[in-house]
């Protein structure tokens, strides 16, 4: 063996003079390489910076400062829109968050457990039953039970990975929604006939929370009880993940054989896992049932999983800071568009920034721009002098908000025939060809593609989704779904996720 | 715990008659092995020789079908893996299996769980035990990665362990290893991918493991390694043990010069020889 001959590299094992600033192509310099690309990146960079540097608990402050003010400012319905589903979603996720963020398990069943939780509550606090339950006795207890249920489930889930987990949850997921439907008639031996869901009318009068005889009736109460459970919550899975049994779960989600080689007990903390994720989204269950004041089977679909699946993902698996705003990204944005005037401001400014990305440059985001609004003039003068049906329609005004600076510009700029469907439809096909184009061409072909393709896209939207029929329905969805995809094609690992390496 | 060289030291670990088949395919045949205390014995043996089912046999990842596979004179057989962690055998994998997104401390510390008791409300609640025991395994993965000089410590600490090199993520992998405090350590072609110094280093290395009180167990197809390691030296092929002695003895045996190259090659290297 040639031990004898010169290592073509620095022995990071030269101790003699370590450098102060790591040299270009050295060990340590490499290392830090992420961390350098991450700053470049401008606002965005220094702004995840300053989070990083920011203690947990300074974490916690910045959403608790503004949490705490807005009821005091905001009406109840707005409170009940914006504050307390967010806040419910939040929780979900949180949930969500110990078993597929952390233990890294596919668990497709998790709304059952919200639904559990809100089932056992009403049924230890309801008129429908005649228990009333104080909240600190019944929360701990449907707590527990959800805890159990978790372990009942996770126990046969053991020895199944992956999408054969999902199957199972799922199916179990399922089967608790059939159940609640049609457990208004089970006939028990020598009970007879119980009735305990209410089945598909759901279970009615629910109980507000009473925590040792003080009731929580506003909204404005349940909303501060929600942000209590959430800095509870949050507190708590910060401290697990930085303990032995959250550097665990990790550990199992990267590599099971090497956790369980290395003395962790693999299949326990699966099990642990489910419970947790379970008791946590049975302790939410309890608060949605209050809320309410109804258990409906429907609110425990898979709709709903999907959503809080998408804020686990949208936020970054595993991370705590990045639920809260994925949380209010899914949840704000549909409730910001049900207001039309909303809906066209989200779009424009949406449709800018998807120009951004896609542009990389402010040069050419300004050509493109620029060239858009004169290709609407130039369009607009000579239809009013050639064809007077192309701008006989007016752009659709909300009648609640009139109009403002915008939908009075747009009027001005933006073709809209009086028969638009139509038209509007073929726009429609005109500009997912158009869009395919544009990613198909490079330089400045793609500016000058880009331009009709802006312009069409502001005709569609103003013709078809931004129409009265349309704004509330699928054009809200679609929105969203929008949002959600630059979302995460700009951060696939979630806003606030690092990134996840497999193999390397 | 000391070392020691006497030819009276009892098996630290014994296998008797393992036997383990995959189907038709008979993958460890009546393998009869034992590793004393204190000593570095090498595996070799051409690929499909059932090197590395040996390791999931010893660690419980695989259950042997018959014979018995004893730890310090008790029984480790059918025990589940992190139980046999827990007795003290710990290995590290042929095809690196770090936990690449956790960061180069939580590696060694995830590790530890099972020399921790601490329950998970202990920890939520930062009761007096969790919070001691964390302080404790921080010191003791910090400890260990020093072990290897400047590479895995300072400011590589909080670092995710997939920005290591390969060669330190070998080394962390060891690091994890021997972190968990093992009466014997198992390493599955700790040399793999490394070019010559960094071999080299390894082999130094594991000079240094074994002076620090480590029974070694080691698998290795560079035989510039082995021949510097090893105190004995067991050649497998198919499953069964087909010498073992001093790496001359073994690496001179008709067998094993047959075993690697085939029968014709093993003529023509012995023409060579005279």
Redesign the interface.
């Known amino acids: 063996?040639?031990?004898s001959?010169q290592?073509p590299y620095e022995d990071?094992?030269d101790?003699s003079a370590?450098p102060d600033e790591p040299r270009v192509g050295v060990?340590?310099w490499?290392?830090?390489?992420?961390g350098r690309r991450e700053q470049a990146a401008g606002i965005s960079g220094r702004i995840r910076d300053w989070w990083r540097r920011t203690p947990p608990a300074g974490r916690l402050l910045v959403f608790l400062i503004p949490a705490i003010i807005f009821p005091l400012v905001s009406n109840s319905g707005n409170i009940y829109r914006y504050g307390i589903l967010t806040l419910i979603y939040a929780l979900l996720a949180y949930g969500l968050t110990i078993v597929v963020g952390f233990a890294g398990l596919l668990d497709l069943g998790y709304i059952a457990f919200f639904g559990f939780g809100a089932y056992a509550y009403g049924y230890l606090a309801s008129q429908h039953t005649g228990h009333h339950w104080h909240a600190e006795i019944a929360l701990p207890v449907v707590v527990v039970a959800s805890a159990v249920l978790g372990i009942i489930l996770g126990s046969p889930s053991l020895r199944l990975l992956g999408d054969y987990l999902a199957i199972v949850t799922l199916f179990f997921g399922q089967a608790f929604v059939i159940f609640v439907n049609n457990a208004n008639r089970i006939d028990f031996p020598f009970f007879g006939q119980v009735d305990l869901t209410g089945g598909a009318q759901g279970l009615e009068g629910v109980d507000p929370l009473n925590f040792f005889g003080y009731k929580v009736s506003t909204n404005k109460g349940y909303f501060y009880v929600a942000v209590i459970m959430l800095v509870v919550i949050v507190t708590?899975l910060h401290?697990?993940n930085h303990?032995?049994?959250?550097?665990?779960w990790?550990?199992l989600r990267?590599?099971p054989?090497?956790?369980?080689?290395?003395?962790?007990?693999?299949n326990r903390l699966k099990i642990?896992a489910f419970a947790?994720g379970a008791a946590v989204a049975g302790l939410i269950g309890c608060l949605y049932s209050s809320i309410q004041t109804l258990d409906a089977p429907g609110d425990y679909s898979v709709g709903l999983l999907i959503t809080i699946y998408a804020i686990v993902i949208l936020g970054g698996a595993g991370s705590l800071s990045g639920v809260i705003i994925a949380a209010l990204i899914v949840n704000g944005v549909p409730e910001l568009l049900r207001n039309p005037s909303n809906g066209r401001y989200v779009f424009y400014v949406g449709l800018i920034l998807v120009l951004w990305y896609f542009l990389k440059t402010w040069q050419r985001l300004l050509i493109v721009l620029g060239g858009t609004l004169v290709f609407g003039w130039v369009l607009y003068g000579i239809s009013s002098l050639v064809w007077d049906r192309g701008t006989s329609g007016r752009p659709v005004v909300d009648p609640e908000t009139g109009s403002n600076w915008l939908s009075t510009a747009i009027s001005h700029w933006m073709l809209t025939p009086t028969d638009r469907t139509q038209i509007a439809n073929w726009a429609f096909f005109g500009l997912v060809i158009l869009i395919m184009i544009a990613t198909l061409v490079r330089g400045w072909w793609q500016v000058v593609v880009l331009i009709p393709t802006v312009w069409i896209a502001a005709f569609a939207w103003e013709n078809l989704l931004f129409t009265p029929d349309q704004i509330n329905g699928p054009t809200r969805l679609l929105l969203l779904g929008t949002v959600l995809v630059v979302l995460m094609n700009a951060r696939p690992q979630g806003l606030f996720g690092?990134r996840?390496?497999?193999i390397? | 715990m000391s070392s020691s060289d006497g030819p009276d030291t009892k098996p630290l670990l014994e296998l008797r008659g393992v036997t383990k088949s995959f189907g038709g395919l008979r993958v460890i045949d009546h393998l009869d092995l034992h590793v004393d205390e204190g000593e570095i014995v090498s595996v070799i043996g051409p690929n499909g020789a059932g090197k590395t089912t040996l390791f999931n046999l010893i660690?419980g990842?695989y259950t042997p079908d018959a014979g018995e596979i004893l730890l310090g004179g008790e029984s480790i057989t059918g025990i589940?893996?992190?139980k046999i962690?827990?007795r003290g055998i710990?290995?590290t994998?042929q095809n690196l299996?770090?936990?690449?997104?956790?960061t180069v401390r939580?590696n060694v510390?995830?590790?530890?769980?099972?020399?921790?008791r601490?329950t998970?409300f202990e920890?939520?609640l930062?009761l007096p035990r969790?919070r001691r025991?964390?302080k404790e395994?921080k010191a003791r993965a910090e400890e260990r990665l020093s072990f290897f000089?400047?590479?895995l410590t300072g400011?590589?600490w909080d670092?995710?362990a997939?920005?290591l090199?390969y060669a330190n993520r070998r080394r962390l992998e060891i690091a994890?290893?021997m972190a968990?405090q093992p009466q014997i350590l198992l390493l599955d072609e700790p040399a793999a991918g490394m070019?010559?110094?960094e071999?080299?280093e390894i082999t130094e290395l594991i000079g240094e493991i074994r002076r620090d009180g480590y029974t070694i167990l080691v698998i290795e197809h560079d035989m510039?390694v082995v021949e510097g390691i090893s105190d004995r030296v067991i050649a497998l092929d198919h499953g069964a043990k087909i010498a073992e002695g001093s790496f001359d003895t073994v690496a001179t045996s008709e067998q094993v010069v047959e075993a690697y190259l085939g029968i014709k090659g093993a003529k023509e290297a012995a023409a060579e020889d005279e």
């Open positions: 063996m040639s031990s001959s290592p990071p094992r101790e370590p060990d340590s490499v290392a830090t390489h992420e708590m401290l697990v303990s032995r049994t959250g550097r665990a990790r550990a990267e590599d054989l090497a956790a369980e080689v290395l003395s962790i007990p693999v642990l947790f690092t996840q390496v497999e390397v | 660690t990842v589940a893996p992190h962690t827990n710990a290995r994998f299996r770090l936990f690449l997104n956790m939580e510390m995830a590790s530890q769980y099972g020399r921790t601490a998970v920890s939520i930062l969790a025991e964390e395994i000089g400047q590479r400011y590589r670092q995710p997939y920005s090199s994890r290893a968990t070019n010559p110094a071999t080299h510039h």
